[in-house]
């Protein structure tokens, strides 16, 4: 009998060592011709955009490469106010890019003190909406301090505050708006009971949701069931993910993932009926399948052969 979120062992590991970069996956290095890292990081924005790139260089065996995601890294966060990842990725470069990108002691200096500032200013105006009880910027307040300390990359303190914010919420926007901050800083923080959470309250608001926003929810549930090794929960909501997410989340997640996860997920769990009408035939996710015509290929090359097994997938 099938059981729900259980998967072959062999195709669970497909999974997750090839799509997650969990401890246990094995980095392949890949060739230079494999990956043009400037149009695969332009998918994403924000902190997310800048893990990416982080992540090639630690994974990839190929140097020139490495050294590129790294330039990028370190341009993208002088254009910041993290000093911290700033002098992580100055670590990491170790001279190799020359003097121009080490460590700018100068920049963290001044980031610093402009930052010390600006928070004094952001908690002093919080105390006054504080002292005056008004409930509207006192959520808008903490918002802001929120959004202070995730643009510094101190992640539990952001969280902290989008999460104050609840208590001042007045309408079903202000907590679909908490919602989505708290889920952010979630799935950075690698907290995805957070993340189904906060979920799963963002759709309980009374009032009908954005579909853009629907597609992000979907999304992140996705990554979450995802994370949590419930590969047929991960499928599903990453099928019913609305193309309307198109570039929308591209601080989380890039369409090209929704597809990639999404595929996967359902060839490791799906049998084949779900396959063909939750995959195949569903006309919403095939926009995404067409964003990567090799994991389309996959789809539907398996189905067509349908190996009876699906202990293995091999990925082109």
């Not at 769990?269 to 779900?274: A, V």
């Not at 789809?299 to 097994?309: C, E, I, K, L, M």
């Amino acid at each position: 009998m099938e059981v729900e979120g259980e998967v072959p062992a062999t195709a669970a590991a497909a999974i997750a060592n090839g799509l997650w970069g969990g401890e246990e996956a094995s980095p392949a290095p890949f060739s230079a011709e494999q990956l043009d890292v400037e149009a695969y990081a332009a998918q994403y924005s924000g902190r997310t955009r800048l893990a990416r790139l982080i992540f090639v260089a630690d994974r990839c065996g190929v140097e020139t490469m490495k050294l590129e995601a790294l330039r990028m890294a370190y341009d993208e966060i002088k254009r910041g106010e993290d000093v911290q990842l700033h002098r992580d990725v100055a670590l990491k470069i170790n001279v190799r890019l020359g003097p121009r990108y080490g460590l700018d002691q100068a920049w963290v200096d001044t980031v610093s003190r402009r930052a010390e500032q600006r928070k004094e200013k952001l908690e002093n105006e919080l105390n006054g909406y504080r002292t005056n009880l008004i409930k509207e910027s006192i959520r808008m307040g903490y918002n802001d301090i929120g959004d202070f300390f995730y643009a510094h990359g101190q992640l539990s303190d952001a969280f902290k505050s989008y999460i104050r914010t609840r208590d001042y919420c007045t309408t079903s926007k202000h907590i679909v708006q908490m919602c989505m901050n708290v889920i952010l800083v979630s799935i950075e923080l690698g907290q995805f009971a957070h993340v189904s959470n906060y979920v799963s309250k963002a759709e309980q608001t009374p009032d009908s949701l954005d579909p853009i926003i629907v597609a992000k929810l979907r999304a992140a549930a996705g990554l979450a069931n995802l994370e949590t090794k419930k590969y047929k929960l991960a499928a599903r909501k990453f099928v019913e993910t609305g193309i309307e997410l198109g570039n929308n989340y591209s601080e989380v997640i890039a369409p090209q993932d929704v597809a990639v996860y999404g595929a996967l997920c359902a060839l490791a769990s799906f049998d084949r009926s779900d396959l063909k009408s939750k995959v195949i035939d569903n006309i919403n996710f095939r926009n995404f399948l067409e964003l990567v015509p090799e994991v389309r290929e996959l789809v539907n090359d398996f189905y067509a052969r349908y190996f009876g097994s699906r202990n293995l997938i091999v990925v082109k």
